[in-house]
């Protein structure tokens, strides 16, 4: 059900020509009411997509009406013509929705520097076809129409009393942190008043989608938003919301990871007494992006020497010579020297769980990535053709 | 002749059973004088191996007699016992070469985590034969000592007025700036002060091994080593000696470049027209760094799309909308879209140049870097095997 999970919103998704497979390429959500409360985080990236410089204005004032999304192309670095693709995709949808032009974000996902008038003329025409087709069973294919290399449609939902969290992702390569780091549309019928929402969401994000790194490369064009309508006229304490959405947020950012490109293995690298969450995030990155590291784990290498490497490189507070690392269970270094026969590891299984304690603090922290493998290399080198 | 080709140098290498594959694996060079004047670089990680602890303390006083060398183990958190092969490797060559083991350095290169009693003993004895063998015309058995994953010895020799200065080199892989990103030792029979040295050391591998950034992966044991003895007599203007020594490394830093692991594309990115000179270094780097933009390139694809969302991650200054990007001569995007098309662009020659002109200041840097292949993925996930 994914985004239609909640009252009140409605969803569409269609094929509009965009993706050379003819595959659904075209995602309207829409909020019903009686509340219109939209919050967004943005990629942290300057060099921003058409998308994102539009919706960043769109949501200032904390009302959102709907949200149009487009697989086959990023409409990043397409210049003014770009901007007023992503401004008539807007405009278009207000006009059949019967709602400002201000209060619709546009998202887009796909190669960058694409976005000429068949690509134009291809997003008017595929958002007044989801708009007619909008519905709330709608959610399933809204997911499938804004997946790019994604293997699956990813979605969540989430209920409590008497209301209900429902969210689409996509995302498979380009994952790193940013605020937010891939395509997510979050609906929800609670009750909850703009600032609330904004602050849910910043919460949520900041533990999930921003500790998941696959792959170091930070996306022009990512955006999560969240809309809420109060259609379940129940209005939840502020943090019993913002727990149950930051799991959410984490349900969906694990299926991210699970469908990262090429990769074989899902990495949990869990960092453990920090002096602070700041000095475990730090860490746990600096190994994520650690392409040896990650070549080593599609090899099914326990190279604890890498890990060390890695986080060698940071600026956190520890001492390198008493640091413990774990594998799948076993502590292969302790003391800044070997402990177990990296033969006791078994990294066989897709799931890879990595523990770094630092001894120096209280603090934690999880970053989520990948292995580094020849189909990630593959998929990559072959992407624009 | 590499290390030997200055007067006054003696080197050796030897196969002393570290490797598997029984090839040579322990080197030394020796510095006969009449000046011992040393210096020396080292890697910017906290996870530093024994050897680099060691050195860092022996070079301090600027007197270098001596550096043992050896493959098939990095010596790198092995605990006291590791410090301990190093302090006795530095002793044992002292005694056989009659002068201070604070006068000998030590590097050590292979798998982080080896170095038990049989690493020991074989270096132990590997140093002795060495230094049994040393001789005048040792320079080129040295260079192949220190290979690992190279295919090729890297040496280099520039003669100037009177005077010469000679370098080797190893590395392949996890070569990424930190002061110094490699096994290297340069030689020269220049009259040079200690500080002299160690200033045109640093003005040299400023602009050269720390502008390699193959894939972004820091080593625990890098080591730059500089030995001058004065035997040419001929003391040169501080300035002329280091731009020759800037080029000297410059070439073996191109050599590292071209034998890089996997590699199919030698990568110069050149950024002109920054505010400042680092900014021009941080731009070049976050491309150097990109995967997706790395493996476009193995696929021979001008994804330039890629470059812009590398640079917009950086704090440089500059207008994302306003970059040019060449491609082998081809400007593909210019203010804020695409420019040229694609089809125009050949990158399947081997050497790739890469021009980012921020039109924002007059400062300009270049770094080197690789592409991300298949054969990076298969090298790097079989290492300890």
Redesign the interface.
């Known amino acids: 059900m994914s985004v239609t999970a909640p009252a009140g919103f409605e969803a569409a998704g269609v094929a509009a020509g965009l993706k050379s497979t003819g595959k659904p390429d075209v995602a309207v959500v829409v909020n019903r009411g009686p509340r219109k409360v939209g919050a967004a985080v943005f990629t942290?990236?300057?060099?921003?997509a058409n998308p994102i410089i539009w919706s960043q204005q769109a949501v200032a004032d904390r009302v959102v009406e709907a949200v149009v999304l487009n697989s086959g192309g990023?409409n990043?670095?397409?210049?003014s013509?770009?901007f007023q693709t992503t401004h008539q995709t807007a405009e278009k949808a207000a006009e059949l929705l019967g709602v400002s032009a201000g209060d619709v974000l546009i998202c887009s996902t796909g190669?960058?520097?694409t976005g000429d008038e068949t690509f134009r003329a291809r997003v008017l025409a595929g958002t007044e076809q989801a708009i007619a087709e909008l519905s709330a069973d709608g959610g399933d294919d809204a997911a499938h129409a804004i997946m790019t290399t994604d293997t699956v449609a990813k979605t969540a939902v989430i209920s409590r009393d008497g209301w209900t969290i429902g969210g689409m992702a996509k995302g498979a390569?380009?994952l790193a942190p940013?605020l937010a780091t891939m395509l997510v549309v979050i609906t929800t019928d609670a009750v909850l008043e703009p600032l609330q929402a904004d602050e849910a969401l910043r919460r949520a994000t900041g533990k999930t989608f921003d500790r998941l790194d696959s792959?170091?490369?930070?996306?022009?064009n990512d955006q999560v938003t969240l809309l809420a309508n109060g259609a379940s006229e129940v209005a939840p304490d502020l943090d019993d919301f913002a727990a149950a959405l930051r799991e959410l947020c984490q349900e969906l950012a694990v299926k991210l990871q699970g469908d990262a490109e090429g990769a074989s293995h899902d990495i949990t690298i869990e960092v453990r007494q920090a002096v602070s969450e700041q000095d475990a995030v730090e860490v746990g990155r600096s190994v994520a992006?650690?392409?040896?590291f990650k070549?080593?784990i599609?090899?099914n290498?326990p190279?604890?020497?890498?890990v060390?490497?890695?986080?060698?490189?940071?600026n956190a507070q520890f001492d390198?010579?008493d640091v413990d690392v774990w594998m799948n269970g076993v502590r292969v270094?302790t003391?800044?020297?070997?402990d177990r026969p990296?033969e006791e590891v078994d990294l066989t299984p897709r799931a890879t769980h990595v523990v770094i304690d630092l001894k120096s603090g209280e603090a934690a922290a999880t970053v989520l990535t990948n292995d580094?493998?020849?189909d990630?290399?593959?998929e990559?080198?072959?992407?624009?053709?």
Chains 1, 2 share one sequence.
Do not use: Q
């Open positions: 942290g990236n300057r060099a921003k990023a990043c670095f397409t210049g013509f770009g190669l960058i520097g390569g380009m940013g792959d170091g490369c930070m996306s022009t992006r650690n392409n040896l070549a080593a599609f090899g290498d190279n604890w020497g890498r060390l490497a890695a986080i060698g490189t940071t390198p010579y270094c003391e800044g020297g070997p990296r580094l493998t020849h990630y290399v593959h990559n080198s072959a992407y624009a053709s």
